[in-house]
Each structure stands twice: as structure tokens, then as C-alpha cells.
């Protein structure tokens, strides 16, 4: 039961990168720029979590549907697989709202 969190993440993620490859939003359009912008708000989001941990701020939940390991105190492994959904997702909807905005501006 402990992988539940973990198994849903990668089920969405899987689900951002199947979108992104049938419409060319966002790895499949420039994979090089997008590993860069995925890193650097990887990055940005993570430092970001461990200012609020150190600050007491934000804390890790104990429940039964995540695998327990964590990767910092108070950072759980899971937190990166959703960090990284965040910042697809994030990108996928950016390009598909430019691609439909710059489409419309065309017809107009």
C-alpha cells in the first residue's frame, strides 16, 4: 500500500508525456529547452521546499499510501515525482494555451 502515491504520480506523469507526444507541446517540440526549463523548476521548487522545511513551515504527512523513503528530512521521495509533474504539466498547458492563442489570432 506504500507505493500507492508513488504509482499515481507516475500514472499522471505518464499521462503528461503521452499528451506531449501526440501534440508536440513540449519534450517533443524542443527537448533540449525543455530539459533545461524542467531542471531549472525542478531546482527552483526543491530549494524552495527545503526554505519552508528549514523554516518549519512545511513538514512531511505521515500516511500509509507513500513508500516512507525520503530523500532529505522531511522531503519524501514522492515530492520530486510531483515537483516534476508540476513543472509538465505547467509547460504542457503553457504551449497548448500559446498554440490555441496564436491560432485564433491567425483566424482573426
Do not use: C, K
Not at 45 to 63: A, K, N, P, S
Amino acid at each position: 500500500m506504500g507505493l500507492i502515491y508513488l504509482a499515481a504520480l507516475l500514472v499522471a506523469l505518464t499521462g503528461m508525456v503521452m499528451l506531449d507526444r501526440r501534440f508536440r507541446l513540449y519534450f517533443w517540440a524542443d527537448a533540449r529547452r525543455a530539459t533545461i526549463v524542467t531542471l531549472a523548476g525542478l531546482v527552483f521548487f526543491v530549494v524552495w521546499d527545503l526554505f519552508g522545511i528549514g523554516l518549519g513551515i512545511f513538514f512531511r504527512g505521515e500516511t500509509a499510501f507513500m513508500t516512507g523513503v525520503q530523500v532529505a528530512p522531511e522531503l519524501p521521495v514522492e515530492e520530486l515525482f510531483f515537483l516534476t509533474l508540476l513543472v509538465y504539466v505547467t509547460m504542457n498547458l503553457y504551449a497548448a494555451a500559446s498554440r490555441v492563442l496564436s491560432h485564433g489570432a491567425e483566424r482573426a
